[in-house]
């Protein structure tokens, strides 16, 4: 061939990506991969949508006509995905894509389509139908469990629909799911190996400060690192306190952290049951803590879980809503007895007598809960890794906090069978 074909031919992606950066040759339809920051995994996905747009051979057997880019946010998407250094728009040579800015989507000429979507609004996966998708950092999305599941309903296009998984490891309860899959090839990548497309010395002056660390391993080595060293709690601890046969109780309460506001990006609200026995050992029976709701569904949701274990009463801290939280719950039942308490002191300072008592052994859980385990375990003094509300934790430490640590209060007559 001549020098200038030879040229072009190393400028394509099947040439100029490392080996972890292109697709598994095995049959797949989600491809899974973890790197840490700069390790080139934005590089690889707006590649990989390209190559589907366009139906190139070393990627699509045919091009794809619909195609959803999914991120934490739709800023995330346009300035990372779309328009960041690494993004679509950057890397494309063949053929560029045009930005319709006002309809939240890339349009190639011979049709394809590549629309955004954000993890903040799942229901906006309602309705439309995909054959091909993009979803970067998952394990930052704020509703992953949600947007995962809409977005697996609109993956019906095609003869063999496809979905690329690019982050940085949380270890969130969805990634852990994706990773247990063997079905799913999973590609690990760590940013040394990316180094020749970085800053000069940036691997050698972050290796210096963080390698060997859990942060390190997580943010530079593309590993998923269970525990953080500073939370409270730990996944091994908590492990050995799962026991399924609950004892007769003597108490039980429905502790609620209501949200501070209603809508699609307000906080969750925590509602969590617990109870203790006879012998002063605390059981965590429930977590049907509920993303996004309105005031009157959380209330109702308390008052069922309550009504369901036979509980004492509803314990609901007070400092977002006032009266306003004990009204809401009499609104819809007003025989239902609520305990008004108030946050006097910061979230970590509640949390570490509670922590206590789970090092002590004297708590028990009648289950697995698995997103309220992600909060225990990723809860360090500067609060959960994401940055937001640790909010069924927070209904975690009032609960026994009522139970075990408060002052002794006359339970409701019980009969126990």
Not at 158 to 179: D, E, F, K, N, S
Not at 357 to 371: K, S, V, W
Request: aromatic share 6%; net charge neutral; with cysteine.
């Amino acid at each position: 061939m001549s020098g200038e074909t030879a040229l072009a031919l190393t400028r394509e992606w099947f040439c100029e990506g490392r080996d972890a950066q292109q697709p598994p040759l095995m049959p797949w339809r989600t491809w899974v991969l973890m790197g840490g920051r700069g390790s080139g995994k934005t590089r690889t996905g707006a590649e990989w949508v390209i190559g589907m747009a366009l139906g190139l051979p070393t990627i699509a057997r045919e091009k794809c006509g619909h195609i959803a880019l999914v991120g934490e946010t739709l800023a995330d998407v346009r300035e990372v995905m779309v328009e960041g250094p690494s993004g679509i728009l950057s890397v494309s040579r063949r053929e560029r894509p045009r930005l319709e800015a006002t309809r939240r989507r890339l349009v190639w000429d011979n049709g394809a389509v590549a629309s955004f979507f954000s993890s903040e609004d799942p229901d906006s996966l309602r309705g439309p139908q995909f054959d091909a998708a993009w979803c970067d950092e998952l394990a930052k999305w704020k509703h992953p469990q949600e947007t995962w599941d809409m977005l697996q309903f609109g993956l019906r296009l095609g003869h063999a629909p496809r979905q690329i998984v690019t982050t940085t490891p949380r270890p969130t309860v969805l990634l852990r799911a994706l990773l247990a899959d063997n079905s799913m090839p999973v590609t690990r990548m760590r940013t040394a190996e990316n180094a020749g497309h970085l800053a000069p010395g940036f691997v050698e002056m972050i290796e210096s400060r963080y390698a060997g660390s859990r942060l390190g391993r997580q943010e530079l080595d593309g590993e998923l690192i269970e525990d953080r060293a500073d939370a409270l709690w730990s996944r091994a601890l908590i492990e050995s306190l799962v026991c399924k046969a609950v004892p007769p109780l003597k108490r039980i309460v429905v502790a609620v952290d209501p949200p501070a506001s209603a809508g699609r990006n307000s906080d969750a609200c925590g509602i969590v049951a617990a109870g203790i026995d006879h012998d002063g050992f605390g059981w965590v029976l429930a977590d049907e803590s509920l993303p996004r709701v309105k005031p009157y569904q959380w209330a109702r949701a308390a008052i069922a879980l309550y009504h369901r274990l036979e509980a004492d009463m509803i314990i609901a801290e007070v400092n977002q809503g006032g009266d306003m939280v004990k009204a809401v719950i009499s609104a819809e039942d007003h025989g239902v007895p609520v305990r008004s308490v108030r946050a006097m002191r910061g979230k970590w300072l509640r949390a570490e007598p509670v922590a206590a008592l789970y090092e002590q052994g004297r708590i028990r859980h009648a289950g697995r809960f698995p997103a309220l385990e992600d909060e225990m375990c990723d809860f360090a003094p500067a609060g959960l890794s994401s940055g937001r509300s640790p909010d069924r934790l927070d209904a975690l430490v009032w609960a026994l906090n009522e139970l075990m640590l408060g002052r002794e209060r006359m339970p409701r007559i019980r009969r126990v069978e």
